[in-house]
């Protein structure tokens, strides 16, 4: 059985590594990144971890708040 883990980001480049060790190190098989069009580093960390696909998802869903979140 192959375990998965989705986590959606946006500029998470100061938490994304220690995620990724966690997941990994529990015994995640494969994570996958839906990225909400990161400004700083999220991507290139995530992309430097050959079990972790990162895909990015420019779409924004806004809240009732003016607040947004990517549609995936």
Avoid: Q
């Avoid at 059985?1 to 500029?11: A, D, H, S």
């Avoid at 100061?14 to 990994?24: A, P, S, T």
């Avoid at 895909?55 to 869903?61: A, F, K, Q, S, T």
């Amino acid at each position: 059985m192959k375990i998965y883990t989705i986590l959606r980001t946006r500029n998470e480049a100061k938490n994304i590594e220690r995620f990724i060790h966690c997941y990994l190190n529990a015994g995640v098989d494969k994570i996958l990144i839906a990225d909400g069009e990161s400004e700083d580093d999220t991507v290139s960390i995530a992309e430097g971890f050959y079990k972790v696909e990162v895909r990015n998802y420019p779409e924004r869903v806004y809240g009732k708040n003016g607040l947004w979140r990517n549609g995936e």
